[in-house]
């Protein structure tokens, strides 16, 4: 058939080499993005809203695949005037016999608003949610602790202190921990998250990232035991201190892995071009600086860090808000980006559906006020903001992840 007839696939520029061929497929029936993803209605179906589904809080609806199974969204009239027998309300007639005024509108907008009416299409979900931008925060946390801790300590910026080494140890498996299971609340068969381990699919970068997460969590795990041991008198004190160097050290490598491995996962996603930027590797390095080095100036209000490590977290900190705050303005959205769906996807972040998230969550909250309170210097002020950087960092990637999945697909 193949041979004989003319025939097209869609979305021939991703690379894919999709087995479905489409014999005389109409251009523009081809192209996702000719339509909205949910348009108000389809030509003889209702739609199924894209956001506002039933979730059950990972996102995937009442545990069906795709939201299938959903109520649709259907435009009532103000207080219908016939009911059936049954005694159910009936809908009263529209304009041009369609919800929403039908598909060539007048009265708003501007004439003939839209003159594409979608017949049908596979009302497929958005399948990743909240926990998805939250792990990315809190490995960012978990991976960026141990990674300063590591660092400075390896590098001869500040001296080894007991406390709060234990401290940042506690936090950094906290986080990571929590990460975890966001992981598994994410999937839509939660019960199969170990066979990642058991049967893992090497090419796929979701099973190494868990095994990432798994070796950075034993060793940072037996460390972190180990110097609890000292300070409890459990083993003599001096135990930790030849050990200590080839803990940091071989945890380093794993630490940043945790933190960029999801850049490499993203990259997989063939479907969503905003998230294959090559700067993205970076980004969530730079990331997990900024708030691995901002809750550990939270904890410095409550528990007085050592004067040279609280020196090292402040200058780390404002560096890597500026960085952050530079490669997110003029590279990840400042660029011109390489197709329609990313460049679709960068404008609903900065000028769309999610431009709250963007200016008032990322850049006021999560680096304007932090940099005007870390002027001010007072341990509040830094721990101040500290939280306002890692609740910017939750709106910017609770945007960078929804926003590509709103771009249709299919």
């Known amino acids: 058939i193949l041979a004989q007839e003319k025939v097209t696939v869609r979305k021939p520029e991703q690379g894919t080499a999709p087995k479905l061929f489409y014999i ?82 007048f009265a708003e907008g501007r004439m003939a608003d839209h003159m594409i009416q979608v017949a049908y299409n596979q009302q497929h979900k958005i399948p990743w949610h909240w926990p998805v931008p939250a792990y990315l925060v809190t490995k960012g946390i978990g991976s960026g602790i141990f990674t300063i801790l590591a660092l400075g300590l390896g590098l001869g910026l500040f001296a080894f202190d007991a406390t709060a080494f234990a401290i940042g140890g506690f936090l950094s498996l906290l986080f990571v921990a929590i990460t975890t299971g966001l992981l598994v609340i994410d999937l839509e068969r939660p019960e199969r998250f170990l066979s990642i381990l058991y049967r893992p699919q090497w090419r796929s970068w979701l099973a190494r990232g868990a095994y990432i997460l798994v070796g950075f969590s034993v060793l940072a795990a037996l460390w972190w035991l180990l110097e609890m041991a000292a300070i409890l008198n459990i083993v003599p004190a001096g135990t930790p201190e030849g050990l200590r160097p080839w803990a940091l050290w071989l945890g380093l490598p794993l630490s940043i892995g945790v933190a960029v491995y999801t850049a490499f996962l993203f990259g997989q996603a063939e479907g ?17 600086l900024m708030v691995g080095s901002g809750v550990l100036l939270v904890v410095n209000a409550f528990y007085a860090l050592p004067e040279t490590m609280t020196s090292v977290l402040g200058i780390t900190f404002a560096a890597s808000l500026i960085v ?87």
């Open 24 to 105: 005389e497929g109409n251009e523009i029936a081809m192209h996702p993005t000719a339509t909205e993803r949910t348009p108000e209605t389809y030509m003889w179906a209702d739609v199924i809203p894209l956001h506002n589904i039933p979730v059950n809080g990972n996102g995937h609806a009442n545990g069906q695949r795709n939201g299938n199974g959903a109520h649709a969204a259907v435009a009532m009239m103000e207080a219908p005037a016939k009911v059936a027998r049954s005694g159910a309300a009936l809908r009263q007639g529209q304009p041009q016999g369609q919800p929403w005024g039908g598909p060539i509108k």
């Open 324 to 410: 952050d705050l530079l490669v997110t303005l003029m590279g990840e959205f400042g660029m011109p980006h390489a197709s329609e769906v990313a460049a679709k996807a960068a404008h609903d972040i900065s000028h769309g559906h999610y431009k709250g998230y963007f200016w008032l969550g990322s850049m006021v909250v999560g680096h304007l006020a932090p940099l005007a309170l870390i002027l001010i210097g007072a341990p509040v002020a830094l721990a101040l903001a500290g939280l306002c950087a890692v609740a910017g960092l939750y709106a910017f990637e609770y945007a960078f992840v929804m926003a590509p999945q709103d771009v249709p697909n299919s």
């Open 272 to 288: 969503r071009d905003l998230w294959q930027s090559s700067l993205l590797p970076f980004h969530l390095f730079v990331q997990s």
